[in-house]
Nanobody
Framework: QVQVVESGGGLVQAGGSLRLSCVAS????????MGWYRQAPGNQRELVAT???????KYVDSVKGRFTISRDNAKKTMYLQMNSLKPEDTAVYYC?????????????WGQGTQVTVSS
């Protein structure tokens, strides 16, 4: 069974840093685009950053220059380094991955990890 699991969330003061991780496991043949999304209370889920298998990255404007997305294909792991955190970054952060498994491609979501930035 294929799954993706996030970790690394927590409580941090404004200006601080956190590093999120997302690990994919199961019978995986390949992983295409991976991404981080977030959802704050009362808001829709929004895209934060994406990274292709070849490490081409995209960011939402609000995190450019502060967040860095990366991946280790051999470890089936994606990271989000978050620096200069702001209270408005508070949200549940979700991992998303396009995964090729034995019966074809599928899109998988993690359960989410809470990030809380205090002012």
């Amino acid at each position: 069974q294929v799954q993706v699991v996030e970790s690394g969330g927590g409580l941090v003061q404004a200006g601080g840093s956190l590093r999120l991780s997302c690990v994919a496991s199961g019978r995986i043949f390949s992983i295409n685009v991976m991404g981080w999304y977030r959802q704050a209370p009362g808001n829709q889920r929004e895209l934060v950053a994406t990274i292709t298998r070849g490490s081409i990255t995209k960011y939402v404007d609000s995190v450019k220059g502060r967040f860095t997305i990366s991946r280790d294909n051999a470890k089936k792991t994606m990271y989000l380094q978050m620096n200069s955190l702001k209270p408005e970054d508070t949200a549940v952060y979700y991992c998303n991955a396009e995964i090729m498994k034995y019966d074809g491609w599928g899109t998988f979501w993690g359960q989410g990890t809470q990030v809380t930035v205090s002012s």
